[in-house]
């Protein structure tokens, strides 16, 4: 199973909104997204989790060590 990474940082800005979309369009049901940004930053993850929703995935938000936050994503089949 493909697994795809894609790390926002500090900021998450509509060049990487329009990154995330043309992404999750290339992935078939199944395969699985991983996007990391910085926890303090996380209330950001808001516009990434709805175009998540928008497109068919289940998710899942963790916290991570050093501060980092992610979000799991599978495509729905």
Same mark, same amino acid.
């Given at each position: 199973?493909?697994? &795809?990474?894609?790390?926002? @940082?500090?900021?998450?800005?509509s060049? *990487?909104?329009? !990154?995330?979309?043309?992404?999750? #369009?290339?992935?078939?049901? @199944?395969?699985?997204?991983?996007?990391?940004? #910085?926890a303090? *930053?996380?209330?950001?993850? *808001?516009?990434?989790?709805?175009?998540?929703?928008?497109? !068919?995935?289940?998710?899942?938000?963790? @916290?991570?060590? !050093? @501060?980092?936050?992610y &979000? &799991?994503?599978?495509?729905?089949?």
């Open positions: 199973m493909k697994e &795809i990474y894609l790390n926002f @940082g500090k900021e998450i800005n060049c *990487d909104i329009q !990154n995330l979309n043309k992404t999750l #369009e290339k992935l078939e049901p @199944g395969q699985e997204i991983i996007i990391q940004l #910085e303090a *930053d996380a209330h950001q993850a *808001d516009v990434v989790i709805e175009n998540l929703r928008n497109s !068919n995935f289940d998710l899942q938000p963790h @916290g991570g060590h !050093n @501060g980092e936050y &979000i &799991i994503a599978k495509k729905k089949g």
